[in-house]
């Protein structure tokens, strides 16, 4: 797939995107939200793509009125996820068009996820060496729909905003590419 002249750099999320997360870490949500007693249902979950563990974990606390440490009980649901990383897949599609780009404009990683865990999975997918800069949840302030990872992102790989194309997987993180002023790619439409 050939861009368009005026992309000058490429910004990807990571779980749905370029790896194949989704089904792993939701199974690792059911553990941690049976554990604590909270209801988080399926299609919840797909629609808060994006948002950090956290996040969601403080807002389904308050609306549950089930008071939890929402940082420790984040740390808990990454410890679940973490022995199921070695059944990542790529999602081709997309893994492919980074690829394809490697050393021809810079690449770059804008997820919700934590930086330790994020860049394991993309060593894990090998594909860790194609991206000059992974920005992470502990890196901005305001969290998807907000646009500042893709911003930030687009600031550590040295292109501006509007001669950058992202890629996501859910309509927060298209919301968040769309208010950067960025062109935006559902990869939803590309896995078909």
Not at 80 to 100: G, R, T
Not at 108 to 121: F, K, L, M, P
Not at 166 to 186: C, F, K, N, P
Request: net charge negative; glycine share 6%; with cysteine.
């Amino acid at each position: 797939m050939s861009l368009p002249p005026h992309i000058k750099g490429l910004i990807f999320d990571c779980d749905g995107t370029l790896a194949d997360t989704m089904p792993l870490h939701w199974h690792a949500w059911q553990m941690i939200t049976q554990r604590h007693n909270l209801h988080f249902p399926e299609d919840r979950f797909y629609s808060l793509g994006g948002v950090p563990s956290r996040d969601i974990l403080k807002m389904l606390s308050e609306e549950q009125g089930r008071p939890l440490d929402h940082i420790a009980v984040a740390h808990e649901k990454e410890n679940a996820y973490l022995p199921m990383m070695a059944k990542v897949e790529p999602i081709h599609a997309v893994v492919k068009i980074a690829k394809e780009n490697f050393g021809k404009i810079p690449l770059a990683v804008a997820s919700g996820g934590t930086q330790n865990i994020i860049c394991d999975v993309l060593e894990h997918l090998n594909i860790r060496h194609l991206f000059a800069a992974i920005v992470t949840s502990e890196m901005v302030k305001n969290q998807k729909p907000a646009p500042d990872i893709f911003l930030e992102a687009a600031r550590r790989i040295g292109v501006e905003p509007k001669f950058c194309r992202a890629y996501e997987d859910t309509d927060l993180g298209l919301q968040a590419i769309r208010s950067a002023g960025m062109d935006a790619v559902d990869v939803r439409k590309l896995r078909d």
